[in-house]
């Protein structure tokens, strides 16, 4: 990591900025597969508790000088890993979506782990190959972000 970013255990104190970086209305178009409701505090505050509850799920903070800059989770879907992430909008371009992530991964002990991003979230999928995932499908799905369904890449970040 560097002297810049740091990730942490999520602390309840963390919660309304995810908040408030899950309202920004060019974030969620880009996510695309985001709440049903981004705005319904109650759905937000359910989903954080049982992120939060869960032993399998390994949720941290993404903070840059100290101030809170989003988050990156690894969590059992089936018999596999995935990983996401949330980076404020303001930060974005600046690596610190890619640093998060690949420091993420070095907490992980298993492999393979996947991700999933719309296809034409450029961004994310950089993202996603800079730390070492490759395509190995594609899916397409109801996304609430856009309204509509949307078409999107699966990726593995092989052993």
Known sequence: MTPDLRLRPVRADDLPEFYRHQLDPEAIR???FTADDPADRRAFAEHWR??????????RTVTVDGQVAGHVLAFPVGKQTEVSYWIDRELWGRGYATRALAALLRELPQRPVHARAAKDNLGSLAVLRKCGFVVCGEDRGYAPGRGREVEEYVLELPD
């Open 30 to 32: 880009m996510a695309a």
């Open 50 to 59: 049982r992120v939060l509850t869960d032993p399998e799920i390994v949720s």
